[in-house]
């Protein structure tokens, strides 16, 4: 039986009791990748914050792993559910090696750090070097090694392609889907680039202004590329 690791129902998020994001029912299951998409100040990156414990739960349900998340923020009690946050700015240490940033990614145990290399082999000859001197390109591989090694149920990635090139993300993009197929991972992706995010997700969800704007299989929102630019702009009627 497939296995839902987030089942988020009627949520209402945002700051300080006012949402951005209105109404918002979806789900991720294990294996699965699952893109999130939507104009920017759509509430993407407030959606992925509030999942992973960091945001405000204003009504509605956000359930990890068949727990429910808090109201207000506790992302250390999520982390521990099996929850990996890629943010948008990478979260990575930038004083600290490479192997430093890795290692401090497990809360307990100890970590595989081949993991990560088998993931991304250029990581393993940059072991000894500062995270600050990485390139963009390096630095996002670093970011989800980071994840990896954490051995998440769920991993959620925030724009991945953000400030690098597009040979770069091009190539970043299917490890993403290697992670669901190879450790059955779920993995939520927020994403710019609309048609790399659905050649490699299996399902997607537009958000625009805060509210759900349209939902389906990957291949169908690809399929209907004018309805799915429609739901950016916010038309009302996407079921025409
Ligand atoms: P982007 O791609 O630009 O990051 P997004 O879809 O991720 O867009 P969010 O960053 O979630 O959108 O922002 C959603 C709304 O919440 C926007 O109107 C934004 O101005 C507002 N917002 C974001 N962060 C805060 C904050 N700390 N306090 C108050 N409002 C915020």
């Not at 559910?81 to 700015?89: A, C, D, F, I, L």
């Not at 149920?153 to 190539?171: K, N, W």
């Not at 994403?191 to 490699?200: D, M, R």
Request: aromatic share 4%; charged share 20%.
């Amino acid at each position: 039986m497939t296995e839902c690791l987030l089942n988020i129902e009627g949520l209402h998020t945002g700051y300080d009791g006012v949402a951005v994001v209105r109404d918002l029912t979806m789900h991720v299951n294990a294996g699965e990748v699952v893109a999130l998409l939507g104009p920017n100040g759509a509430g993407k990156t407030t959606t992925l914050m509030t999942i992973s414990g960091m945001g405000e739960v204003i009504s509605g349900s956000v359930e990890v792993l068949g727990n429910p998340v808090p109201k207000l923020r506790q992302a250390h009690r999520v982390a521990r559910w099996g929850v990996s946050h890629v943010p948008e700015n990478r979260g990575i240490l930038f004083q600290l090696t490479v192997r430093d940033n890795l290692q401090l990614a497990k809360t307990k145990g100890k970590v595989d750090l081949d993991r990560a290399i088998e993931f991304f082999p250029a990581l393993g000859g940059l072991l000894n070097r500062r995270a600050g001197l990485l390139s963009g390109g390096e630095q996002q591989m670093l970011a989800l090694g980071r994840a990896i090694v954490a051995e998440p149920r769920l991993l959620l990635v925030d724009e991945m392609s953000l400030g690098l090139a597009p040979v770069i993300y091009e190539e970043l993009m299917p490890v993403v889907r290697r992670i669901a197929d190879e450790t059955n991972a779920g993995v939520l992706l927020v994403e710019q680039h609309v048609e790399l995010a659905l050649e490699v997700a299996d399902r997607g969800y537009v958000l625009n202004h805060g509210d759900l704007a349209m939902e389906g299989a990957a291949s169908e929102l690809l399929a209907n590329r004018a309805l799915l630019d429609a739901s950016y702009l916010g038309v009302e009627s996407l079921e025409s």
